[in-house]
């Protein structure tokens, strides 16, 4: 074999940065910003201080702003990128599944069954973009563009950083957040933690359908 021949064979490097579009960095950006959200989480929990929550609180809007722009950005340039479906859903997992599940951590909802629910959050936000993934194909029109969301799309769930948000200004965490605690036998529960359970449900509704616009 000539060494040709034997270059031509071999796999070339996959150069992941030369990769790299616009709108995949402003993806990275959606991720930096949930992820710099639970990292300001836990120094409020390590300091007690507010103003660490409230940055929380700031990014997770931003981390939507740069999920909505990414694909724009994507279209505007007429650029696609093997790293884009792959970039999003992960980046959607850190800002719209674990970091509005440790804010409510955060707030207060510590108890076993708090924690079952947030887990049930997070999973329920994974299964729905894995589900997106698999499934947007079969979903989308002659243009490529999927037409609905079977179930709620996981960055809905700044609707539950707003009402949280909501709640810090008022002074309200911990046993002081509305309804109070529950003891369930050996095991505590915060009412309020049950908007959680419902976003994530509604996630991975399969009779749920929103139009994309």
Not at 54 to 67: E, H, K, N, T, V
Not at 97 to 105: E, H, N, Q, R
Request: with cysteine; proline share 6%.
């Amino acid at each position: 074999m000539t060494p040709e021949s034997q270059q031509k064979r071999e796999p070339r490097h996959f150069s992941m940065i030369r990769t790299f579009t616009p709108a995949d960095f402003v993806t990275l950006g959606n991720a930096f910003s949930g992820a710099g959200a639970i990292l300001s989480q836990m120094q409020y929990l390590a300091t007690g201080m507010p103003h660490w929550l409230w940055l929380a609180f700031g990014l997770m809007p931003l981390a939507f702003i740069l999920d909505a722009l990414d694909g724009r950005i994507a279209r505007w340039r007429f650029q696609s990128s093997p790293l884009g479906a792959d970039l999003d859903s992960l980046s959607d997992v850190i800002s719209f599944g674990m970091a509005p599940a440790a804010l409510a951590f955060a707030m207060g909802m510590r108890g076993g069954l708090d924690v079952a629910v947030l887990l049930y959050f997070v999973g329920c936000g994974i299964s729905r973009l894995a589900r997106f993934n698999v499934t947007a194909a079969s979903l989308s029109d002659g243009t490529g563009k999927v037409k609905y969301f079977e179930g709620t799309p996981i960055p809905t769930s700044l609707a539950l950083v707003m009402v949280l948000a909501f709640f810090f200004w008022k002074g309200r965490t911990g046993d002081d957040l509305p309804f109070g605690v529950w003891h369930v036998g050996a095991f505590d529960m915060h009412p309020l933690v049950l908007i959680y359970f419902a976003s994530g449900s509604a996630m991975i509704s399969k009779t749920l359908r929103i139009p994309k616009f």
